[in-house]
Structures are given as structure tokens and as C-alpha cells.
């Protein structure tokens, strides 16, 4: 007994590497098994083989694929359900015409028809669409909207802090709560960080509050991948917003906060909003484990007139649907344009498909334009957002980078009808991974618009030259490679 504890002893670290190693192997198969994106797969295989236990730790709780697991399948076929209902009983889909690809071309009908076969996504044409640039301007129509609510609040965020700026707006829901209006909150459990005191007087005022996807160390497993990152706040079904900006304080300029922040969200009234309403029910049900009583005050039937009518179509994605909505949306916008292509994300990690799209585009001369932070919040994107910069460059794309401070905006401009604001990035953890929710706006007003931001903000950005960065040292180029190999997990 002693010379087996003995040698168990001496020989520690070499038989927890063989069980590891064994552990890998036994992982590879099953990975390989699944036929997934190759790139994805070889990242895992890579960070199992060259990462003793860290790869296995990484695996476990970003590997696992949730997509058409139970539970997701379950909610997939519950909100298709739902959704059918919704729209026959409040008639959403009623707003829709027959002339869109007589008045829009057959190019941007292809968009509304992807996503019209993809998840049933209804095309509304009355509403009333307000651009607002960055936390200064969303958060002083939010807080009026806010207390200005009659009958439901619904919000559903990433990112919820209960500092200065979140304490604000959650002192005016419990008031809200509290003088009888209906408060419905779903704040991720990742992004969000509220104190259980806050929690305690959420509660006392009657606001219901749920996480969504709660992640405790006993079973957390893949949960981290799956984050719920949209922004919507939906105000007696009359007044919606979408966009970029979370609430939190460093999203508001008006703070003192470490640098600048740069993003663009949507007010929106009309019959999109109730896309938007049915986006959070949906949620609501799965964070909150139970059903809510649909009431028609949810579904207005007398909407706000718009001055300038615009058509909106409300695009939802995640591990819930059966098909990459968003991407496959935004492939088919850039694979139709003729003119200009005006992005704008806070990080860069372009799938094969899209990044095909993008140096296919400009290399048939349509002015191709992407905006980048100079300097990313995150280092093992930043240096996997550059790996993609030379061969872009090299396409014909142009690279800006934003000086500023942090860009946070995540748009896209198309020729002169077709632009889209939401919570998409992109790069792969928002294509394929988390849920997200654009609005796809078919207008020339919001389109010129937004357009005008865009080269606003070039304004404040370094153009990226070919050659100065192919000159770039040895080791950075390292760094990029190594981290263009996690592309697909960050």
C-alpha cells in the first residue's frame, strides 16, 4: 500500500494529465461527431489539446450546444405557437400590404421575405421612428415615456447596474409599481449586476423581476454561452425602444465616466412595437417559468399616427429559433446592395459567409465602410478583430477605427432604403449564440439619416492604410492569431 501511495505520490501531475488527455479524446469524439462549423470545432479542439484542464473547463461551460437542446426546442415550438395566436387574435400582421416589392425593388424584398419565411416576422408600415445618439438622449426620453406609463412597463436588458443611472430608472418603476401600473423586468444574469437589497425593494413594490438563465456554479454549465443580450422596453404597448445602449451609467455621457461612449438606439411608435411586445412575452414566460395572461392592452388597436410613416420589421434570433435570422438577414441586405455598405460594430469577427459578402461587395466596387473602436473593452477581441483587418483591406473594404472613445452603435446602412439598429454584433457569439433583436427599417429618411451619423463619426476616426499595417510587429500579429483562433467563442 505504501509504494502505490508512493508512486501516486511521484507520479501526480503526470496521471491527472493522462486523465485530462483521456477526457479529451473521449470529448473530440463527440465534438467531431456533431459536425458543427469546422472553424468552431477546431477552436475547441485546439484550447483541449494545448490547454490541459483550462480546455476542459473552457468546454464546459462555453462548449455545450444548447441550440437544439430540449429545452430550447421546447420553446421553439411553445412561441411558434404563441405567436400564431397573438397575431390572429390582435390581427399584427393586419398593417401588411401587397405592393412592398413594387415600391421597396426586388433586391430589399428579398430581406422581408427571408424574414417573413424564417420566423413570420411581420412588416408594419405606420410607425413613428425616432434615432437617438447615445445614453444623453435615449435615457431623457426613456425616463419621460417611463413616467408617463398608464397601464404595463415591460423591459427585458443585458445589462442592468443599480448604480446612479440605474437607480434612477428603477426608483421610477417602483413608483410606477406602486401608483398600479404593471412593471415586468428581465435582466440577464450575467450582464446585470443589481444588489439583493434593490432586488428586496423591487419586490416590496410590487415589480416582478426575474433573471434570465440563472447561472449558479452547482448548474451553470453551458448556460454562460446562451446570454439573453437584447434591449427592449415596450410602454403600454404604444412606445418601444431597440437598440445598443444598456442601462447603466457608463452608456451616459453626462456621468464621469472613464471615456467616451458612442451608440444609437430606437424610439419606435406604431404596429412594430407589437413585434417587440411579443419578443418580451416570450422571454418573460421562459425566465419567469410560468405563462402571462394576455391582455389587449398589450396589443393596442389604436396606435399613435406617424408624420412620416415607416416600415419596420422587428428581427429576433437566438439559440431558440431554427435559423440564424439576423445573420442570414444581414447577408442577404449586403449581397443586395449596389451602392454603399455603412457598418458599424463594436466588435469585428465577421463569419466566412459574411465576411465573403463584405470583399465580394467591394471588390465589385460598392463602397464598402466598417467602423471598429480604436481601443475594444476586451483584448481577446481586439486582437481577434484585427486579424480580419488585412485580408478586408486588401478586398477593397475600408477600416475605421474610432478615436473618440468606445463606439458602441450597432447599424448598418444598405444603398439608399434599407438600414437596420438593434443589439446584433458582429461577430459569431451574436450571430449563432446569444438572443438578440434588430429592427430592419425600410425608409430613405431613417436610411440618410443614419447614413449622416455614419460619416459623422468618421470624424472621429483613423482610417486603417494597407501598408502601415502590414508593417505592424511580429508580436502583435501573433497575438491576432492566436486570438483569431477563439473568434468563434468569444
Not at 37 to 54: C, I, Q
Request: proline share 2%; glycine share 6%; hydrophobic share 40%.
Amino acid at each position: 500500500m505504501d509504494s502505490v501511495l508512493s508512486f501516486f505520490n511521484d507520479n501526480l501531475w503526470l496521471i491527472l494529465l493522462m486523465i485530462n488527455y483521456g477526457l479529451v479524446i473521449v470529448l473530440s469524439f463527440f465534438i467531431l461527431l456533431k459536425n458543427k462549423n469546422p472553424v468552431k470545432t477546431l477552436s475547441f479542439l485546439f484550447a483541449l489539446a494545448v490547454l490541459p484542464f483550462l480546455g476542459l473547463i473552457v468546454y464546459y461551460f462555453f462548449g455545450q450546444d444548447y441550440r437544439k437542446s430540449k429545452i430550447f426546442e421546447k420553446k421553439y415550438f411553445l412561441d411558434s405557437q404563441k405567436i400564431k395566436e397573438w397575431r390572429d387574435q390582435f390581427k399584427l400582421d393586419s398593417n401588411e400590404r401587397e405592393d412592398f416589392e413594387e415600391t421597396y425593388g426586388e433586391d430589399i424584398f428579398k430581406v422581408y421575405k427571408l424574414l417573413k419565411n424564417n420566423e413570420k416576422a411581420v412588416l408594419t408600415f405606420d410607425n413613428d421612428v425616432e434615432i437617438l445618439l447615445n445614453g444623453e438622449e435615449k435615457f431623457k426620453r426613456l425616463f419621460e415615456d417611463l413616467k408617463n406609463a398608464q397601464n404595463h412597463i415591460h423591459i427585458e436588458y443585458f445589462v442592468l447596474f443599480d448604480d446612479q443611472l440605474g437607480s434612477k430608472i428603477i426608483e421610477i418603476l417602483i413608483n410606477k409599481a406602486q401608483d398600479g401600473v404593471k412593471v415586468r423586468l428581465v435582466y440577464d444574469d450575467v450582464g446585470s449586476k443589481i444588489s439583493n437589497s434593490t432586488k428586496r425593494k423591487m419586490t416590496k413594490s410590487g415589480i416582478e423581476h426575474y433573471a434570465f438563465m440563472p447561472v449558479l456554479f452547482s448548474n451553470s454549465t453551458g448556460k454562460l454561452n446562451y446570454r439573453d443580450h437584447r434591449k427592449i422596453v415596450v410602454i403600454d404597448g404604444e412606445t418601444g425602444y431597440v437598440g445598443g445602449i444598456n442601462l447603466a451609467q457608463r452608456y451616459d455621457n453626462t456621468y464621469e465616466n472613464s471615456r467616451y461612449w458612442r451608440d444609437t438606439h430606437l424610439r419606435i411608435q406604431g404596429g412594430a412595437v407589437g413585434a417587440l411586445q411579443s419578443s418580451f412575452l416570450l422571454n418573460w414566460n421562459f425566465a419567469s417559468g410560468s405563462e402571462v395572461g394576455i391582455e389587449k392592452s398589450f396589443f393596442p388597436e389604436n396606435k399613435p399616427e406617424a408624420e412620416k410613416p415607416v416600415a419596420v420589421q422587428i428581427a429576433a434570433s437566438g439559440p431558440d429559433t431554427d435559423w440564424a435570422n439576423i445573420m442570414e438577414a444581414i447577408f442577404c441586405a449586403i449581397s443586395s446592395a449596389s451602392e454603399r455598405i455603412y457598418i458599424t460594430s463594436p466588435y469585428f469577427m465577421p463569419n466566412d459567409a459574411i465576411l465573403t459578402a463584405l470583399a465580394t461587395a467591394a471588390r465589385s466596387g460598392i463602397d464598402v465602410r466598417v467602423i471598429v473602436p480604436y481601443e475594444s473593452d476586451s483584448w481577446a477581441a481586439q486582437y481577434a478583430g484585427d486579424s480580419y483587418f488585412e485580408y478586408c483591406l486588401e478586398s477593397g473594404i475600408k477600416i475605421y477605427r474610432y478615436c473618440k472613445g468606445f463606439i458602441h452603435a450597432k447599424t448598418m446602412v444598405i444603398d439608399d432604403l434599407f438600414s437596420t439598429v438593434g443589439t446584433a454584433n458582429l461577430d459569431y457569439r451574436s450571430f449563432s449564440i446569444n438572443f438578440e433583436i434588430n429592427a430592419m427599417l425600410y425608409n430613405k429618411g431613417l436610411n440618410n439619416e443614419l447614413a449622416a451619423t455614419f460619416l459623422d463619426d468618421l470624424e472621429e476616426c483613423e482610417e486603417v492604410d494597407l501598408d502601415r499595417w502590414q508593417n505592424r510587429g511580429i508580436s502583435r500579429k501573433l497575438k491576432e492569431s492566436f486570438s483569431r483562433l477563439w473568434a468563434p467563442l468569444l
